[in-house]
Nanobody
Framework: QAQIAESGGGSVQAGGSLKLSCAVS????????VAWFRQSPGNEREGVAQ????????YYADSVKGRFTISRGDAMNIVHLYMKRLEPADTAMYYC???????????????????WGPGTQVTVVS
């Protein structure tokens, strides 16, 4: 059974909004941070946003800063990615990853050895 499941993807018009959700089925002791990544054909994987399961520190890629918001859900194992003012360039497969990271000094590449979901497709049409 999948340990991470993304949902909320779909097709939206440019300028619109979407909410992605990530449900993590790992033991809570097995991870302390969740991140969203995206990848489109022919492009490198891009770290979009990252959050720790406690505290308020957040990371955003410059390409989405000011438009995307990552937040913890009402349930302890849920993380959302709120996307607004979507652009065609945001079209990609969006992946959720969870990992146990250092509280300070972690990088998005630290998720490379973490747990990943199968992804959810986001398509933005102009």
């Amino acid at each position: 059974q999948a340990q991470i499941a993304e949902s909320g993807g779909g097709s939206v018009q440019a300028g619109g909004s979407l909410k992605l959700s990530c449900a993590v089925s790992l033991k809570f002791s097995a991870y302390n941070s969740v991140a969203w990544f995206r990848q489109s054909p022919g492009n490198e994987r891009e770290g979009v946003a990252q959050i720790y399961m406690t505290g308020s520190d957040r990371y955003y890629a410059d390409s989405v800063k000011g438009r995307f918001t990552i937040s913890r859900g009402d349930a302890m194992n849920i993380v959302h990615l709120y996307m607004k003012r979507l652009e065609p360039a945001d079209t990609a497969m969006y992946y959720c990853a969870a990992a146990l990271l250092p509280r300070v000094g972690a990088k998005m590449s630290s998720f490379d050895t973490g747990h990943w979901g199968p992804g959810t497709q986001v398509t933005v049409v102009s």
